[in-house]
């Protein structure tokens, strides 16, 4: 099937490890995007990629490193994780320009204790 | 991007249909109106989107004011599925790279049996 996959769906750790998210869409797009969404259910962006490099990063802090090794890819790797680092996280990919919507991917759960 | 503004929630019968409007009244000239939606556990799902003509699709009607400080989400025949929370969203389309989204709190639309 065409879509947006993320790995893993659910993940709980202990604060201070350091973990990562991976992303990867068959599309065909050249831009990917990591979302945070807070237990608020507020949607913000984090980071945004077209054909591997960063063109959007909001103010996130850079214990948060999105890695993009191609196009179809973007992973997001998180260091010395905290409490509030507990969140939901979406992948999402989309054509360059234009109109073109976003495809999110189903979304990673983390969970730090 | 401009902000807009929707109910917290509404209720809808099914088989009728729902009518979600949404307040975008900064909207600037050349920033289009998108709508998607985000079932319960899963990523956001794009619905529709337009500048100024009313747009339909397999999902949905989008009708937007002539002064385009205004649209509404029209689901002809609203099921059980419809179920979820629904975002009004107004982005520039550019030709360059792609903007990020910015999501709002959304309108919770509850189908009822």
Known sequence: DTAVSQTPKYLVTQMGNDKSIKC????????MYWYKQDSKKFLKI?????????????????????????KAHLNLHINSLELGDSAVYFCASSR????????FGNGTRLTVT | DAKTTQPPSMDCAEGRAANLPCNH????????????????SQGPQYIIHGLKNNET??????????????????????????T????????????????QL????????????
């Open chain 2, 57 to 82: 699709n397999e999902m949905a009607s989008l009708i937007i004011t002539e002064d385009r400080k205004s649209s509404t989400l029209i689901l002809p025949h609203a099921t059980l599925r419809d």
């Open chain 1, 24 to 31: 990867e869409q068959n599309l065909g797009h050249d831009t």
């Open chain 2, 102 to 113: 910015t999501f709002g709190s959304g309108t919770q639309l509850t189908v009822l049996p």
């Open chain 1, 96 to 103: 360059t320009g234009g109109n073109s919507p976003l495809h």
């Open chain 2, 25 to 40: 009244s900064t909207i600037s000239g050349n920033e289009y109106v998108y709508w998607y939606r985000q079932i319960h």
């Open chain 1, 46 to 70: 984090m980071f945004s990629y077209n054909n591997k490099e960063l063109i959007i990063n909001e103010t996130v802090p850079n214990r948060f490193s999105p890695k993009s090794p191609d």
């Open chain 2, 84 to 99: 979820a929370v629904y975002y009004c969203i107004v982005r520039v389309g550019s030709s360059g790279s792609a903007r």
